[in-house]
Nanobody
Framework: QEQLVESGGGLVQAGGSLRLSCAAS????????MGWYRQAPGKQRELVAT???????NYADSVKGRFTLSRDTSKGTVYLQMNSLKPEDTAVYYC???????WGQGTQVTVSS
């Protein structure tokens, strides 16, 4: 069954860190670029970072230097290491297989000031 399952969200103080994980079924992970997105209350969903099959990574300007996307191909998992978190990073974070219909269920990240 094709699916994306996220984990790792939570509540953290400003300046803290969290790591999100997205486990993808093999049929998704092997053939698609992967991305992390987020949606804050009252705002549109926005791109956080993507990684293509070749390993090229792109970041939104707002997270450059603080967030790191990586993947473990042996586990079919992509990660988002988030450091120096700010209250404005508070959102539901979603994993997505680019240019497909597949999204994860979302994981809440809350950063307190």
């Amino acid at each position: 069954q094709e699916q994306l399952v996220e984990s790792g969200g939570g509540l953290v103080q400003a300046g803290g860190s969290l790591r999100l994980s997205c486990a993808a079924s093999a049929s998704i992970f092997s053939f698609n670029d992967m991305g992390w997105y987020r949606q804050a209350p009252g705002k549109q969903r926005e791109l956080v970072a993507t990684i293509n099959i070749g390993g090229t990574i792109n970041y939104a300007d707002s997270v450059k230097g603080r967030f790191t996307l990586s993947r473990d191909t042996s586990k079919g998992t992509v990660y988002l290491q988030m450091n120096s978190l700010k209250p404005e990073d508070t959102a539901v974070y979603y994993c997505h297989a680019e240019r497909t219909i597949f999204w994860g269920q979302g994981t809440q990240v809350t950063v307190s000031s």
